[in-house]
């Protein structure tokens, strides 16, 4: 079975540019999670989505994030404009429901120059 | 609010036996988890306690008691590949409430 899918694996760019980053959640799972990890921070929640509906966006830092979850198969979390404090791994997970195990993807490492 | 707290660093022997503590405060209680994260990579699920008592998986067991906040992971017959982060959840109230992640602790395992 195919886990969580989030591309690019990688993103370096200079600040100020847009970054996109995708995730395709298990098939089936009803949740999904965009995650930012840090070593001063470690796993914060940025925004989860239920049943493609956003239920809370407390999490995301600042107006420059934006996520969206068009159909049960894809999510995007964008950062417009990219400042050097958003470097991090990004991780996007998905549930069944929220509060079971989620499963992660292998996360983006994002380096903002 | 929401806390939860585990030992930043620990560092144990290859082939012994090591205990990583979670304690926690939390709104309400549905469930903690426990989590493997090695350097560059995802977190992976290892376990789920809802009930008090130990839950065993090779050689991963889990404890839970809720009247004290409290959990552990058991590490047996470590070995190298168990250096990792171990990131300790809990899923504070029943319905569509997301987990909340402790910030991990680092497991080092020495020869």
């Known amino acids: 079975d195919a886990g969580v899918i989030q591309s690019p694996r990688h993103e370096v760019t200079e600040m100020g540019q847009e970054v996109t980053l995708r995730c395709k959640p298990i098939s089936g799972h009803n949740s999904l999670f965009w995650y930012r990890q840090t070593m001063m921070r470690g796993l914060e929640l940025l925004i989860y989505?239920?049943?493609?509906?956003?239920?809370?966006d407390s999490g995301m830092p600042e107006d420059r994030f934006s996520a969206k979850m068009p159909n049960a198969s894809f999510s995007t979390l964008k950062i417009q404009p990219s400042e050097p404090r958003d470097s991090a791994v990004y991780f996007c997970?998905?549930?069944?429901?929220?509060?079971?195990?989620?499963?992660f993807g292998d996360g983006t490492r994002l380096s903002i120059l | 609010g929401q806390n939860i707290d585990q030992p930043t660093e620990m560092t144990a022997t290859e082939g012994a036996i090591v205990q990583i503590n979670c304690t926690y405060q939390?709104?309400?209680?549905?469930?903690l988890f426990w989590y493997q994260q090695h350097a560059g990579e995802a977190p992976t699920f290892l376990s789920y306690?809802?009930?008090?008592g130990l839950e065993e998986k090779g050689r991963f067991s889990s404890f839970l008691s809720r009247s004290k906040g409290y959990s552990y992971l058991l590490l047996k017959e470590l070995q190298m590949k168990d250096s990792a982060s171990y990131l300790c959840a809990v899923a504070p109230e029943a319905g569509n409430t997301p987990l909340v992640f402790g910030k991990g602790t680092r497991l080092s395992v020495i020869a």
């Open positions: 939390t709104s309400g209680f549905n469930g």
């Open positions: 989505f239920n049943n493609n509906v956003p239920i809370d």
């Open positions: 997970a998905s549930s069944f429901r929220v509060g079971q195990p989620q499963h």
């Open positions: 306690n809802v009930l008090d």
